[in-house]
């Protein structure tokens, strides 16, 4: 008899965004002449850069030339683009990390997601919330949470971030082995401080824990002060993995190119307490169960490291950063409190009732769509996300008549 991982059945259906749907859905039939504006989802808008797209192309047509033609590429991406990421990610903001510590992907979302199987069942983990589901759901399909109730699963330590601590959740009280963070944060837009994000490496340290650093919202950073990666904070190397990705900073999200970088230091340990790199057994994990990233899309993420591929990409969060700051203006003026729109592309506001009552209003007043915070974990509840990804036109329109309705 074949039987089924059980822990499955542990999982939340999420049921999030076709909910977004079917009230959007309904709501479009019921004023069929009114015009919706999206800011809710948490994907690009804008084409990609001219930069990559010729190089997608040129790579394409090596492809098709046998003298030039690529099969099989190293499973842990092409040495050019590793040494561009090392070196422009990296190396340029004086973190030591070197292109054999990268690990080129087809998502953040499967490196943070896949992470987890190389790590013993019975760690105690640290999540935050609110949160980007992925981490969460994988480690109750490995089985290292208990049953679900009353809105957390048990067995895990939950982060809260809330309005008291800026979002950004203080060191936990009891013991932990596995941190995820996530900053600048989706949902909440918050960002942590190169002292804030010390504490958390001392605290690693001192625990012989590991830190799941998710950067992929690193290229909104604005103000310089703040740390775009964790191995610019010292000691990060023992005990951080970090996760990047094209898919927000360069409009990849459709095109599919990320990187993880697990430091030839990483340590964890077995059961006998002896230490175990962790660069060694991902790259086993990595070379057995992922294939690489196409070449064409090698290149073109290569190309965002190029002169005018770093400024053509660059234009691309400014124009997400300028619709930022026009919600944030327009909310502000409203008297809400807000996180986030600052080297984010998210904004976190306090709605002053039930998440999906807020969701409920804004789009029957203004046909706005945002995202109910209450999808994203308990702490979410009050709150409501609205995402900078549209166009300029649209979130001018958008902000005319939030600030009209709610005015
Ligand atoms: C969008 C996003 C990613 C990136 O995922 P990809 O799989 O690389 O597209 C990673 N982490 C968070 C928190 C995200 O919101």
């Known amino acids: 008899m074949i039987t089924i991982n059980e822990h499955y059945l542990k999982l939340q259906a999420s049921y999030l965004f076709s909910d977004i749907a079917g009230r959007v859905a309904a709501f479009q039939e019921k004023n069929p002449d009114k015009d919706i504006i999206k800011l809710g989802i948490g994907d690009v808008t804008k084409g990609l850069t001219r930069s990559a797209v010729d190089a997608f192309h040129k790579a394409v047509d090596e492809m098709a030339d046998t003298t030039t033609f ?57 999540i935050p919330d609110p949160v980007y589901p992925v981490y969460l759901d994988t480690n109750v399909m490995a089985g290292r949470t208990g049953e679900f109730a009353e809105g957390r699963f048990k067995g895990l330590v939950y982060l809260d971030s809330t309005k008291e601590n800026k979002f950004v959740p203080s060191l936990p009280a009891e013991d932990v082995d596995l941190i995820y963070l996530c900053f600048p944060n989706n949902p909440t837009g918050s960002t942590i401080t190169r002292e804030e994000l010390k504490t958390w490496v001392d605290y690693a340290r001192e625990h012989k824990a590991l830190i799941l650093f998710d950067a992929a919202y690193e290229a909104f950073i604005r103000d310089e002060s703040l ?85 053509q990409t660059r234009a691309l969060t400014d124009y997400y950063m300028k619709n930022a700051e026009l919600i944030c203006k327009t909310i502000a003026k409203l008297g809400y409190e807000y996180a986030g729109g600052q080297n984010s592309p998210y904004i976190w506001i306090d709605g002053g009732m039930d998440s999906w009552q807020f969701f409920d209003m804004l789009l029957n007043k203004t046909g706005v769509v945002c995202t109910p915070g209450a999808g994203f974990g308990k702490c979410g509840n009050g709150y409501i996300r609205i995402s900078a990804f549209n166009s300029y036109e649209n979130v001018e329109i958008a902000m005319a008549r939030v600030k009209e309705a709610l005015s």
């Open 70 to 126: 690529r099969g099989y590429g190293p499973e842990q991406g092409y040495g050019f683009l590793r040494d561009a990421i090392a070196a422009n990610d990296f190396q340029s903001r004086g973190a030591d990390i070197s292109a054999d510590e990268i690990f080129v992907s087809d998502g953040a979302k499967c490196d943070t997601g896949n992470i987890q199987e190389l790590f013993s069942r019975d760690i105690k983990i640290a």
């Open 227 to 311: 740390p775009k990666s964790i191995y610019e904070i010292e000691g990060a190397k023992e005990v951080a993995i970090e996760f990047r990705s094209f898919s927000k900073s360069a409009g990849f999200t459709g095109t599919r190119c990320a990187y993880s970088v697990v430091p030839k230091e990483c340590t964890a340990y077995d059961s006998k307490g002896n230490k175990q790199l962790l660069h060694s057994l991902w790259n086993r994990r990595h070379c057995t169960k992922f294939n690489g990233v196409s070449y064409p899309v090698q290149r073109a993420a290569e190309a965002t490291y190029s002169e005018a591929g770093k400024i």
